[in-house]
């Protein structure tokens, strides 16, 4: 069992930044992968990016190059730098952690990008 906390969200306007951060409950060393997905007002849950365990990153086309994914080991957390946001990026913001037994998904983060 993995335990996620996300924290980060809030309200920014066009151009701004945000830092997502989620917490894991335990070692995220060995875990397969962490990521980030979003679900936006009537849309489906997408991937936004990923990090695997090798450090290897995988990022949607719509966030590349303005998008960030890192990890810190020793605090067990893993980040999204979001930079140059649109109001196309609101959504809920929710961390993934991707184990041999199965996902494990945070509660989510609500970013909203409004002038």
């Known amino acids: 069992q993995v335990q996620l906390v996300e924290s980060g969200g809030g309200l920014v306007q066009p151009g701004g930044s945000l830092r997502l951060s989620c917490a894991a409950s335990?070692?995220?060393?060995?875990?397969?992968?962490m990521g980030w997905y979003r679900q936006a007002p009537g849309k489906q849950r997408e991937l936004v990016a990923t990090?695997?365990?090798?450090?290897?990153?995988n990022y949607a086309d719509s966030v590349k190059g303005r998008f960030t994914i890192s990890r810190d080991n020793a605090k067990n957390t893993v980040y999204l730098q979001m930079d140059s946001l649109k109001p196309d990026d609101t959504a809920v913001y929710y961390c993934?952690?991707?184990?041999?037994?199965?996902?494990?998904w945070g509660k989510g983060t609500l970013v909203t990008v409004s002038s």
């Open positions: 993934l952690c991707r184990t041999a037994p199965g996902d494990y």
């Open positions: 335990r070692s995220i060393f060995t875990i397969i992968a």
């Open positions: 990090i695997a365990v090798s450090s290897s990153t």
